[in-house]
């Protein structure tokens, strides 16, 4: 009766595994890329638009369920000097079986330029 316990126990682990991983995966690689664009187009004079297109595009590349309006971009402060806020909340929703499961997540950071 232990071994049955046991595999079972193993198995509930693997697929539970399985499912959960990808998508907190996927948000770590998300936010990893949010963080780089928002300290990178601190510098720079790209338009707000862009970087929204540009982050819903690697959103696109790694199946990540968000609005392209969902995402928020805003520069604060004049040229190159003020900071870069960015915003993109997002739920990924998983059918598992008996118990539907909602994961929120929020790639959001702010970059302050130093001068």
């Known amino acids: 009766m232990k071994l049955i316990f046991g595999i079972v126990i193993i198995a ?16 770590y690689q998300f936010g990893d890329f949010v963080k780089s664009e928002a300290t990178l187009q601190t510098y720079t004079t790209k338009p707000e638009a862009d970087i929204r297109d540009t982050i819903f595009k690697k959103a696109q590349d790694l199946e990540i369920p968000i609005a392209k309006d969902a995402i928020k971009v805003q520069r604060q402060g004049i ?7 960015i915003q993109a909340p997002y739920t990924v929703h998983m059918e598992l079986p008996g118990y539907p499961v909602d994961l929120h997540f929020d790639a959001s950071t702010q970059n302050k330029s130093p001068f």
């Open 79 to 85: 040229g190159n000097t003020g900071s870069l806020n």
């Open 12 to 27: 509930v682990s693997i697929y539970l595994g399985v499912q959960f991983i990808p998508p907190y995966y996927e948000n």
